[in-house]
């Protein structure tokens, strides 16, 4: 039987994953003051069971003013580390699935209301808003919240460290690996894309200036993470908007990346500017991944509209990215994983719990955890 490529292991650094299916990070709008509770032990539970090799926890602020929304997750202190080793505590008890997490600063798309509540942008003065900040001093859409403020050095230098520690706690946890988010509009990208960067000074103009602080962050995070732990990077390849950041720029700040150590690269596309217009179909970022991975030598990864199981052994198998990533696919079916063994005549690890649920007609296809 020939193996399908989606269940081939690899290594990342020294993180061994058992398949290349790999669960992006979903914001879940559910945390109190950041900190995860019944909700998260729920979720990444029932995520940790799938077959996955990994789970991504959602953007999780590295500073309060950093959340995407006042209900978003953080590890900025004591009490987010303490509720998150709690859970994390949990789901390990019953599950070996690495856990990864994306560390994010939403820089001028924070202080917003949750998605389900219509996601406006709050004034600072209202309830559940406050002040945001940018590389620059341009809101998301005219007339909507405040103006981002510009940040200056210290503030710089405040978050980069923020997210230094944040990464430090991290490790204090056990997470197996750190991603840091620098697609999807939020500060980081903000900072690359010259549609959000004005600035003047050593950070704006150029893209080897506008790359400057993401790759201080990077650097930051690296040096406070362990050495033998990978770090993967997520970017936003193209803005779809003109003007904005190109695949072009892209695969330059990937290999800037590679250079200083990044272990692999997630390849998103999109979320900075209202008017980007987003060819939607199946699959309609691996193209973004595949120019990137034939640019550097570390792992990539694809993600967006892959919900198909041929579709996914597809963009392994022919080497278009290095593993897939699901977000939407695997909220809607937990077990993709295991459906995805079966079709594929692969081996998926499943709770010994589970074992049972087995169908007879697939005689091997489970192994217990
Ligand atoms: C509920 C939900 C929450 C999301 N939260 C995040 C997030 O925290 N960080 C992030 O980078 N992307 C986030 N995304 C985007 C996904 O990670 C993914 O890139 C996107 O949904 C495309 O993959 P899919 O077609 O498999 O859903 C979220 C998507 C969904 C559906």
């Keep these: 039987m020939a193996t399908a490529r989606l269940f081939e292991p690899i290594e990342i650094r020294s993180l061994r994953l058992t398949n290349r299916i790999v669960i992006a990070p979903m914001c879940q709008y559910s945390a109190e003051d950041g900190c995860m509770n019944d909700w998260h032990l729920m979720h990444l539970g029932k995520l940790s069971l799938s077959g996955a090799a990994l789970v991504t926890i959602e953007a999780t602020a590295v500073l309060p003013e950093g959340r995407i929304t006042y209900a978003d997750l953080g590890l900025w202190n004591d009490q987010t580390l303490a509720a998150m080793a709690l859970t994390l505590e949990s789901v390990r008890r019953w599950s070996d699935t690495p856990i990864a997490i994306q560390l994010s600063h939403a820089g001028r798309k924070a202080s917003s209301e949750v998605p389900w509540k219509g996601g ?59 991603q840091i988010h620098v697609a999807h509009g939020y500060l980081l990208h903000q900072f690359l894309s010259p549609l959000t960067n004005r600035r003047e000074d050593d950070y704006g103009g150029s893209l080897e200036n506008r ?147 087995q169908p007879s007609r697939y005689r091997d296809l489970f192994e217990s955890e």
């Design 120 to 178: 406006a942008r709050f004034q600072p003065t209202d309830a559940f808003g406050w002040a945001t900040v940018a590389p620059s001093a341009v809101p998301y859409r005219d007339g909507e919240g405040a103006v981002p403020e510009a940040l200056d050095r210290e503030a710089l230098k405040r978050i980069r460290d923020a997210f230094a520690d944040a990464a430090r706690r991290a490790a204090r946890i056990g997470i197996d690996l750190v």
């Design 211 to 357: 790359m400057r602080f993401p790759l201080e962050v990077f650097d930051a995070v690296r040096a406070a993470f362990p050495p033998d732990k990978p770090i993967s990077v997520r970017l936003s390849a193209t803005d779809w908007t003109a003007g904005g950041l190109e695949l072009d720029q892209t695969l330059a700040v990937a290999q800037a990346l590679e250079k200083r150590g990044c272990d692999a690269l997630h390849i998103s596309t999109g979320g900075l500017h209202p008017d980007q217009r987003v060819p939607v179909g199946p699959g309609y970022q691996v193209p973004f991944a595949r120019a990137v991975k034939q640019t550097v030598r570390i792992p990539v990864v694809a993600v967006g509209l892959i919900t198909g199981y041929d579709q996914a052994e597809a963009i392994v198998g022919t080497g278009d990215a290095d593993m897939i990533a699901l977000a939407r696919t695997i909220l809607f079916d937990p077990n993709w994983p295991w459906h995805a063994a079966a079709q594929l005549g692969a081996r998926v690890r499943v709770p010994k719990q589970y074992l049972r649920s």
